[in-house]
């Protein structure tokens, strides 16, 4: 059974951090690739963010520049460190892996930005 778990979502002011963590089960290249999405009141989900078992990355023009994602040593835990975070970065953020055809979600972990 394939279980995501996100943490370090909160409430920060426009201008400050975040670091994202999503527990994968698992090791991360057992995957094709892990992604942060998000979805803020009224929207869509929209992609942010993802990364492939060799490392690549790749990200949503809205966030490249002041986001970095990774994943750590021992390969079950993927990181998205968020800079320079604004009011519009409001919203549930996801974490998704895709596997052989499917997709597996996270229950989503809220970040509120504001002063």
């Known amino acids: 059974q394939v279980q995501l778990v996100e943490s370090g979502g909160g409430l920060v002011q426009p201008g400050g951090s975040l670091r994202l963590s999503c527990t994968i089960s698992g090791s991360i290249d057992r995957y094709s690739a892990v992604a942060w999405y998000r979805q803020a009141p009224g929207k869509q989900r929209e992609f942010v963010a993802a990364i492939f078992p060799t490392g690549p990355t790749d990200y949503a023009d809205g966030v490249k520049g002041r986001s970095t994602m990774s994943f750590d040593d021992a390969m079950n835990t993927v990181s998205l460190q968020m800079n320079s975070l604004k009011p519009e970065d409001t919203a549930v953020y996801y974490c998704?892996?895709?596997?052989?055809?499917?997709?597996?979600w996270g229950q989503g972990t809220q970040v509120t930005v504001s002063s």
């Open positions: 998704k892996a895709h596997r052989d055809g499917s997709d597996y």
